[in-house]
Structures are given as C-alpha cells and as structure tokens.
C-alpha cells in the first residue's frame, strides 16, 4: 500500500516546489494592453526634441521687448491672474463678494503659520485640556438644555412709536447683561485672539517728539506699527484739546501676540520690584482682562534696553495691555492667563 501512494506523493512534493516558480515566472508570459504604449513612452525623450533655428535664437531681444511695452506699442501678454478682491466690503447683499481670508486671492491672506510660538505649543498640549478638564460639566445622554427666558424688554402700549423698535434693556441703571455661558466642549476652550497695547501721551499736544518715541517704542516691543490718535473733545480736566494727537495703539495677532505674551511673562514682569501680580478686579466681565505698566517697568523690555539710549528717559511713557480672549466670563478669562503665567491678587471679580 505504500509502494503505490510513493509515486503520488513525490508529484506532490515536486509541484508544491515548483509552484512559487511558477507563479513569478506568469507575469513574464503575459501581455497587458498598454505594452505597445508603452514602447512609445519610453522611446520619446526631450533631448530630442531640435533646437530652435539661429535665426529666431539671434532675433529674440527681451531689452527691446521691453522698450515697445513702455512706449505702449505692444500689450503685455494676457494673465490668468487678472482677478483682484475688492478693497472695501459694501455688504453681505452686493453682488462682488471678497474672498475668505484663507484664500490666497484676498488682500487679507497670511501665508502660515509655518512654525509655532513656544506659548501656542503649550497651549496645544498642556494649558488646553486642563482647562477642559477644569471647566467640564457632564450632561447626561439625552439632556435638553432649558430654554433662556427673554432678557430684554418688550415696549408696552398703544404708541405707534413702539412698533417695530429694538428691546430695551434690563431694569436698573449702568446694568450690563452678561454674556451667556455655553456648555463647555473640546470647541469652546478659552484662547487668546488678541493683545491690545495703547499709551496715553497727553504731552504730545506741545511736543510731538512724545508721540514719536512712544510710537517707536510700541512699534520695537510689539512688532506692530502704531496707529496714532487724535482727541475728539476738549476735555478741561485731563488738559486735551481737541483734533490734537494724543494717544498711540498697537493691535496684535496670532504669532505676534503669542511672542509679546511669551516676553511680558518671563522676562518683564519678574524683574519688576514688588510686582503683586494683576489686580483680580481687572475686567470687563466679557472675557477680557487689562493692567498698565508705568514709564520704569515699560523701559525693561529688551528691545528698549539694547537701545536705551535712542529714548530719552523722560519721554518714555506708560501703556495700559489689554488681552483680549474669546471667553464669555472674567473667570475663565482670569484661568487662561494663570494657565500661561500671569498672576492675580485681591478680590476676585466673577
């Protein structure tokens, strides 16, 4: 009985060899529709493409072409490019629309960021989920929010002055409604948008050199060039006259507003004397938080001090900074900024 399955068995063995040949050698055998085409790709090369004749090699002049294009005898050939965003927005209903601001077309487009501000990195990976986690209310499957009563009041009467009138705001005098505060999700957590750096210069009404060299101190710490002020009023006890200049601000964004934070926190304030930290009633109650620096402690900012000398001591002013973030609360705006540094004390104002 074994001498008979002998034979079958070796086939066996054999083809069980063979068959990973055999498999490798079918693509080899066969032929694909795009092998002819193939031929013809391949054969084809650029370098043999002639040359152009000597005759149009010597008549091709780009310094005369351009002479024709200034004297207007030739146009300039047509672009694809011709489109151009409009300078002003006229409003969601007119018909020319400017692009989004990522579109490379808009006169606002900012190519970037190509790297990350060592703030922006921590905010990403540290300061971002402690405040989700800090600040995050579970709701249940299924949970409907109760709905906000109206919070404004409506005109009561027959006038015909009341139709179609705003509401009126709530009861009391100086009453400001406070923003609503949404669920907080991995889309809501607090960031800073925006630093806001403005220096009053009163004394620039009789010397303009003031509102000089507080406008190359701001533009030298910012990065941002200052946009100058004038008074609207006459105003007798803070001694303004009006349409004179007075005043000077600097607005930052993104990277700019990250790298003036990073250098406020860790190199200006530490050096300050009996610093207490940013006093805990600052804010508007809408997410935004301001402190003031006086003419010494602005002067400590390392692009003022490797250039002392091209700012007179007495001319250097103060500033007032206002940080401005996307929160609705003093609260979450004041736990932002002690994620990133900066310190409170006194009375907490909620």
Known sequence: MALRELPFRTATAISKDARPIVRAALPLCRRHASSEAGKEVESSSSLEVPPPPEELVKSYDPVARSRLRRRGNKELPPSRYQYRSPKYYRGPLHPHQPPPVSD??????????????????????????????????HYPPGYRQPKNEQRLREWTGASPYYKNRPLRGPRGKGEVLRLLQ???????????????????VPEAQENSANLHVAGMILQAITNVRAVSHKAKHNVVGWGLREGRYISATATMEHEDAQHFLAKLIDVVLPRIKEWKGVPGSAGDGHGNIQFGL???????FPEIEVNYDAYPPKMIPGCHISIITDATSNKDARLLLQAIGLPFYGKLND
């Open 182 to 200: 949404e669920p907080r999700t991995f889309r809501n957590i607090p960031k800073i948008t925006k630093v806001v750096v403005h220096s009053m």
């Open 294 to 300: 006086e003419p010494e402690q602005l002067a400590l």
């Open 104 to 137: 490379p077309s808009s006169r606002l487009f900012q190519p970037g960021p190509f790297s990350l501000p060592r703030l922006e990195q921590t905010y990403q990976s540290t300061i971002a989920p402690d405040l989700l986690a800090l600040t995050y209310q």
